[in-house]
């Protein structure tokens, strides 16, 4: 029988097999200790499928919300190369300090942008500025923003982007049509979104591992 036991047995084999987490990502993982939020960062196998995924892309802009302590911003900055550029979206100064300091550490400070305020907020003010658009948006701050996050991300995109949303499972609590959790409304409603815009073409996959039964959402812009 398999548990989530089993499942962060496995995930630890398969991040000690395949996955290239240095020394500054660790203590990148580890630092989120000192977050507003605790660990609820991507696994670290999770943060290398973000990577693959804007390597595979050719990424070179990059739009992520919800920071924390900048852990997978880091796969993704890495990601980018030396070129890239990542914007990441973060509502506590708190969560941006420890970031900060991890970009430091891991070399990418240069290419990455903190932003501190609520994430509609800022993304409201990178369309007003007509920002070069992104490759890649990576969707994981707080759940029930999630459709106002995805419609930002449609004016902040090309055909061709990919975005991907983070924890569209939540232990099955997704398929309560009348849950009243309002991270459960936001996913519902943002994978509704999803499905009735035919700009984009969408899977969701469950995960299980060491972050328990979750999972993602892709979605790739075809028009
Ligand atoms: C939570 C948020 C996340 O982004 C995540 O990956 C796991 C849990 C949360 O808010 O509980
Ligand atoms: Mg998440």
Same mark, same amino acid.
């Given at each position: 029988?398999?548990?989530p %036991?089993?499942?962060?047995?496995?995930?630890?084999?398969?991040?000690?097999?395949?996955?290239?987490?240095?020394?500054?990502?660790?203590?990148a993982?580890?630092?989120?200790?000192d977050?507003? *939020?605790?660990?609820?960062?991507? *696994? =670290?196998?999770?943060?290398?499928?973000?990577?693959?995924?804007?390597?595979?892309?050719?990424?070179?802009?990059?739009?992520?919300?919800?920071? !924390?302590? &900048?852990?997978s911003?880091?796969? !993704?900055?890495?990601?980018? &190369?030396?070129?890239?550029?990542?914007d990441?979206?973060?509502?506590?100064?708190q969560? *941006?300090?420890?970031?900060?300091?991890?970009?430091?550490?891991?070399?990418?400070?240069? #290419?990455? %942008?903190?932003?501190?305020? =609520?994430?509609?907020?800022?993304?409201?003010?990178?369309?007003?500025?007509?920002?070069?658009?992104?490759?890649?948006v990576?969707?994981?701050? %707080?759940?029930?923003?999630?459709p106002?996050?995805?419609?930002?991300?449609?004016?902040?995109?090309? =055909?061709g982007?990919?975005?991907?949303? %983070?924890?569209?499972?939540?232990?099955?609590?997704?398929?309560?049509? &009348?849950?009243?959790?309002?991270?459960?409304?936001?996913? #519902?409603?943002v994978?509704?979104?999803?499905?009735?815009d =035919?700009?984009?073409?969408?899977?969701?996959?469950?995960?299980?591992?060491?972050?328990?039964?979750?999972?993602?959402? /892709? /979605?790739l812009?075809?028009?």
């Amino acid at each position: 029988m398999s548990t989530p %036991d089993t499942w962060t047995a496995v995930d630890r084999y398969l991040v000690d097999t395949l996955v290239d987490e240095d020394a500054t990502l660790a203590l990148a993982r580890e630092s989120a200790d000192d977050t507003t *939020a605790g660990h609820i960062e991507v *696994a =670290p196998n999770q943060g290398a499928f973000l990577a693959l995924l804007a390597q595979m892309i050719g990424a070179r802009r990059i739009l992520e919300f919800g920071t !924390l302590a &900048g852990y997978s911003t880091i796969w !993704l900055a890495r990601a980018t &190369g030396v070129d890239g550029h990542v914007d990441t979206l973060e509502l506590e100064e708190q969560n *941006a300090e420890i970031a900060r300091a991890n970009f430091k550490r891991a070399g990418v400070f240069d #290419r990455v %942008d903190v932003h501190v305020a =609520p994430a509609a907020q800022t993304a409201a003010e990178l369309i007003e500025r007509s920002v070069e658009p992104y490759d890649l948006v990576f969707i994981d701050a %707080d759940k029930p923003n999630n459709p106002v996050y995805l419609a930002a991300a449609m004016e902040l995109t090309h =055909p061709g982007s990919v975005i991907v949303i %983070d924890n569209v499972v939540r232990n099955g609590s997704v398929v309560d049509a &009348g849950s009243e959790d309002p991270s459960a409304q936001g996913t #519902r409603a943002v994978l509704a979104a999803a499905a009735a815009d =035919p700009r984009l073409s969408a899977t969701a996959l469950q995960t299980v591992g060491s972050k328990g039964w979750d999972g993602f959402a /892709l /979605l790739l812009r075809v028009g």
